[in-house]
Structure formats: structure tokens, C-alpha cells
């Protein structure tokens, strides 16, 4: 038991009076957060187990997860509720949504089910939305998140120093990813809103975790991500079908989406490759900073649904070409007339 679990084990024996408990590991995240599952003997106040968060303050902030939790727990969403804190210490003990996420249980049989609750849901977190509550998702942050692309990616990872031509490319593309993502409609973005963070409930499925990011931004960017997943992918017809079964409802309730469907599905894909430039940087920095390799291996997935969208897109396809050339992928040959 390390120094932290140990302290934790202390606060805990303060915190629930001397309730006997078993401490286990639940999980652990890509950040510094670890999660212990706390069992009892007997219910403490009708629970049978709880989760306690352990986030050093050194490097992680608490607040934020408890500001957004109870956000999201007045829009409607079904997530952790916080039984005790300790802000100072970085502990949270917090109600159990169990073990089943989404991944684990995900299959062409399940999902238009799964789906379905999960749209349903991120409808009603948007339509709480107001600006000016969480932090905005400007061009300065979606900025600082595709830099991990070149800093973490292509420096680090594939060992190329970009030229000035093809620094170029990827200065244009962000430039124009941009300029459609600022201009789509506002909302509460949950920004990791996919099947590892979304876990299968009795009751108000599903359970959210994991939104302590939270921010105010681009209506497509969280479908986006619960559709074109780094860890689980779907056919082409499958993800438009799912994306219009969000958009007719959405459309529906008022919020601001594009009256048009093809308007809409070129926003979602375009915010796709926004947040596919992303997480490649992302992934890169988890294996070659934190020594967190098992992301190297969702890498080519999402590699796969970043080209898709660049080959469809005559404006991102210079960016198209650059990653063949970082990965000296030759073109695919074809006619033109």
C-alpha cells in the first residue's frame, strides 16, 4: 500500500465512522485520478459498495468534478453522486454505477439500444445548456489540443521534423476546422462522452463518468465521439443512421442544429477530425511521457477515421496527403475526368 492509498485508508476510516469496509481497485484513468471500489459487510446508508476518487492535488483539481456533477445531475444525467469530500486532500467518495460500460457490452445486437439511451441523454444535457457556466471551448483550446498532434505525434512518436511546406498544410487545416467548429451551435460539451466512460444501468441509463473536462462548446462534438469511439467502430451507414436518429429529436427540441441533415453530418465529421488530430497527440504523450503504451494500440483506428473523413473532403485534403507522406502511405490510384 503506497503513501496515498494510505491516507485515503485513514480519511475513509474518518469518514464513515468506522464502518468495516475492503478497499479494491476500481480503475484507473488516463490522467493521475486513481478509483478504489469501498465494499462493505453490511450497507453503509443502503450502500453496499461505494467509489472513492483519489486525485493528488499536485496535479489534479477536484472542484471541477463536483461543480459539473451536480451540472449534470440538474440536467437529468445519471451520475455519481457525492457522498464526502475532501478537496484539500484531493478524496471523493462517491455512489457506485457498477462495472458494466458500454465497450464491455456493445455489439450490432445491443447498440441501437445503447445509442439510443445515450443520444436521449446528451440531449438533455444540451438542452440544460447556458453559456457563460462552464469554461468556453474557443479557438485557443481547440488550438492547444491539435498542437499535441505535431508536438506528440509526429515529433515523438513517428521521430519527423515537419517542413515548412507541410507545417503549412497542417496550420490550414486547423485553421479551417476551426472556423467551422466556432461557428456551430453552443452547448454543454461533455468532451470524452464514449463507451469507456458510459456505464449500463437499471435505472436512467446510462451512468456518466469522467466530465470533470466539461466546457462549453460545438453541438456535434460529444455524438462525435460516442460514434466514431477510439475503441470500437461501426460501418459507414450504421454511424448515419445513429447521427439522424440524434438529429431529428435534437432538431425537435429546439436545439441548434443545422436544418439540414447533410449540413449537420458534414459538421459532426469535420468536428471528428478536430478531435481524431487530438487524441492521436494524446495517445502518443500516454505512451511516450507516462509510459502508458496500451493506447498505442487504438492508434490505427483512430488514424483510419481521421483519413476517411480528410479523402471525403476536397478542403482537407492536402491533410490527407500529409499524413501519407508522414507515414509514407502511397496514394490511392484512381481516375479523374
Same mark, same amino acid.
Given at each position: 500500500?503506497?503513501?496515498?492509498?494510505?491516507?485515503?485508508?485513514?480519511?475513509?476510516?474518518?469518514?464513515? @465512522? #468506522? &464502518?468495516?469496509?475492503?478497499? %479494491?481497485? *476500481?480503475?484507473?484513468?488516463?490522467?493521475?485520478?486513481?478509483?478504489?471500489? +469501498?465494499?462493505?459487510?453490511?450497507?453503509?446508508?443502503?450502500?453496499?459498495?461505494?467509489?472513492?476518487?483519489?486525485?493528488?492535488?499536485?496535479?489534479?483539481?477536484?472542484?471541477?468534478?463536483?461543480?459539473?456533477?451536480?451540472?449534470?445531475?440538474?440536467?437529468?444525467?445519471?451520475?455519481?453522486?457525492?457522498?464526502?469530500?475532501?478537496?484539500?486532500?484531493?478524496?471523493?467518495?462517491?455512489?457506485?454505477?457498477?462495472?458494466?460500460?458500454?465497450?464491455?457490452?456493445?455489439?450490432?445486437?445491443?447498440?441501437?439500444?445503447?445509442?439510443?439511451?445515450?443520444?436521449?441523454?446528451?440531449?438533455?444535457?444540451?438542452?440544460?445548456?447556458?453559456?457563460?457556466?462552464?469554461?468556453?471551448?474557443?479557438?485557443?483550446?481547440?488550438?492547444?489540443?491539435?498542437?499535441?498532434?505535431?508536438?506528440?505525434?509526429?515529433?515523438?512518436?513517428?521521430?519527423?521534423?515537419?517542413?515548412?511546406? @507541410? #507545417? &503549412?498544410?497542417?496550420?490550414? %487545416?486547423? *485553421?479551417?476546422?476551426?472556423?467551422?467548429?466556432?461557428?456551430?451551435?453552443? +452547448?454543454?460539451?461533455?468532451?470524452?462522452?464514449?463507451?469507456?466512460?458510459?456505464?449500463?444501468?437499471?435505472?436512467?441509463?446510462?451512468?456518466?463518468?469522467?466530465?470533470?473536462?466539461?466546457?462549453?462548446?460545438?453541438?456535434?462534438?460529444?455524438?462525435?465521439?460516442?460514434?466514431?469511439?477510439?475503441?470500437?467502430?461501426?460501418?459507414?451507414?450504421?454511424?448515419?443512421?445513429?447521427?439522424?436518429?440524434?438529429?431529428?429529436?435534437?432538431?425537435?427540441?429546439?436545439?441548434?442544429?443545422?436544418?439540414?441533415?447533410?449540413?449537420?453530418?458534414?459538421?459532426?465529421?469535420?468536428?471528428?477530425?478536430?478531435?481524431?488530430?487530438?487524441?492521436?497527440?494524446?495517445?502518443?504523450?500516454?505512451?511516450?511521457?507516462?509510459?502508458?503504451?496500451?493506447?498505442?494500440?487504438?492508434?490505427?483506428?483512430?488514424?483510419?477515421?481521421?483519413?476517411?473523413?480528410?479523402?471525403?473532403?476536397?478542403?482537407?485534403?492536402?491533410?490527407?496527403?500529409?499524413?501519407?507522406?508522414?507515414?509514407?502511405?502511397?496514394?490511392?490510384?484512381?481516375?479523374?475526368?
Amino acid at each position: 500500500m503506497d503513501d496515498r492509498q494510505q491516507q485515503l485508508s485513514a480519511w475513509l476510516n474518518t469518514v464513515l @465512522q #468506522q &464502518a468495516d469496509f475492503s478497499l %479494491t481497485s *476500481a480503475s484507473a484513468d488516463a490522467s493521475f485520478r486513481r478509483y478504489f471500489r +469501498v465494499s462493505f459487510a453490511v450497507p453503509y446508508l443502503g450502500y453496499h459498495s461505494l467509489i472513492v476518487m483519489d486525485a493528488p492535488p499536485a496535479q489534479e483539481d477536484c472542484r471541477p468534478f463536483v461543480n459539473i456533477a451536480q451540472l449534470f445531475a440538474a440536467a437529468g444525467l445519471n451520475v455519481p453522486k457525492i457522498i464526502a469530500q475532501d478537496l484539500a486532500q484531493g478524496f471523493l467518495l462517491l455512489s457506485d454505477l457498477g462495472d458494466d460500460t458500454y465497450l464491455m457490452h456493445l455489439s450490432a445486437k445491443t447498440a441501437p439500444k445503447l445509442y439510443l439511451a445515450a443520444t436521449d441523454a446528451l440531449i438533455k444535457l444540451q438542452l440544460a445548456s447556458k453559456p457563460d457556466v462552464l469554461p468556453y471551448y474557443d479557438q485557443a483550446l481547440l488550438m492547444r489540443e491539435m498542437q499535441l498532434f505535431p508536438e506528440w505525434y509526429v515529433a515523438k512518436h513517428l521521430h519527423v521534423e515537419l517542413n515548412e511546406a @507541410q #507545417q &503549412a498544410v497542417l496550420n490550414n %487545416t486547423f *485553421a479551417v476546422l476551426n472556423k467551422n467548429i466556432l461557428a456551430q451551435g453552443q +452547448v454543454y460539451v461533455h468532451r470524452d462522452y464514449h463507451s469507456r466512460n458510459l456505464m449500463i444501468t437499471k435505472e436512467n441509463n446510462p451512468g456518466v463518468l469522467d466530465f470533470q473536462d466539461a466546457v462549453y462548446g460545438a453541438i456535434s462534438y460529444d455524438l462525435v465521439s460516442l460514434l466514431k469511439d477510439a475503441y470500437i467502430s461501426w460501418e459507414e451507414d450504421q454511424l448515419i443512421d445513429w447521427a439522424v436518429r440524434y438529429w431529428q429529436p435534437a432538431k425537435k427540441a429546439g436545439l441548434p442544429v443545422p436544418d439540414d441533415f447533410s449540413e449537420f453530418y458534414r459538421d459532426f465529421e469535420w468536428m471528428g477530425a478536430q478531435r481524431h488530430i487530438k487524441v492521436l497527440g494524446i495517445f502518443a504523450r500516454l505512451s511516450h511521457r507516462d509510459g502508458k503504451n496500451a493506447y498505442l494500440q487504438d492508434m490505427p483506428l483512430v488514424m483510419s477515421h481521421l483519413r476517411k473523413v480528410c479523402e471525403r473532403y476536397v478542403e482537407l485534403r492536402p491533410m490527407l496527403r500529409l499524413l501519407n507522406q508522414l507515414e509514407n502511405v502511397k496514394a490511392k490510384e484512381g481516375y479523374t475526368f
